[in-house]
T-cell receptor, first 114, second 112 residues
């Protein structure tokens, strides 16, 4: 596609429920990244996928967070048993060739846990 | 791993003045340094980048300088305008690395 697409753009969920966030990267981009941005804060790295390599999950804050990337394209970030501190904007980015080409970010999913 | 520090965290300037944001990095292998601009409620967008084989790059009112010896790079915005108000992030990446390491951001406010 023309850009990185994320859905939903907004999600309100009750504490304890599971949520799935979707990212559709730019066609042909081999690298895909998930970041979390709390209100007024910086970019917190969560996970990245590069081609067929095993993902780097070093930024995932707890085992309630997981992500998949199917067929080297679309990715889903799943948060189980959501808690209020999970409320944030979740940004996805893709890159043609890892960190040396810069990222294109999606518009993000604003998650609110009530 | 790489550690990128960014200063200041907030910066206010009068319209027409210049703004400078500074970043330092720790990994001498880093050789790619992009800058992102994030307007309120929007996605971060790449505005300029520099590679370690050059010391300065300019694009209209925006310039980036790199001092490899000091492991320091800066963003310079001249003749600032209200639409320059945003959060700016610096980042660094080493050759062969798969990800960028971001600074903590600078909130720039241009006062009309």
């Amino acid at each position: 596609g023309a850009g990185v697409s994320q859905s939903p753009s907004n999600k309100v969920t009750e504490k304890g429920k599971d949520v799935e966030l979707r990212c559709d990267p730019i066609s042909g981009h081999t690298a895909l990244y998930w970041y979390r941005q709390s209100l007024g804060q910086g970019l917190e790295f969560l996970i990245y996928f590069q081609g067929n390599s095993a993902p780097d999950k070093s930024g995932l804050p707890s085992d309630r967070f997981s992500a998949e990337r199917t067929g080297g394209s679309v990715s889903t970030l799943t948060i189980q048993r959501t808690q209020q501190e999970d409320s944030a904007v979740y940004l996805c980015a893709s890159s043609l060739d890892g960190g040396q080409r810069g990222y294109t970010f999606g518009s993000g999913t604003r998650l609110t846990v009530v | 791993g790489e550690n990128v520090e960014q200063h200041p965290s907030t910066l206010s300037v009068q319209e027409g003045d210049s703004a400078v944001i500074k970043c330092t990095y720790s990994d001498s292998a880093s050789n790619y340094f992009p800058w992102y601009k994030q307007e309120l409620g929007k996605r971060p967008q790449l505005i300029i980048d520099i590679r370690s084989n050059v010391g300065e790059k300019k694009d209209q009112r925006i310039a980036v300088t790199l001092n490899k010896t000091a492991k320091h790079f800066s963003l310079h915005i001249t003749e600032t305008q209200p639409e320059d108000s945003a959060v700016y992030f610096c980042a660094a990446s080493a050759s062969g690395a798969n990800n960028l390491f971001f600074g903590t951001g600078t909130r720039l406010t241009v006062i009309p």
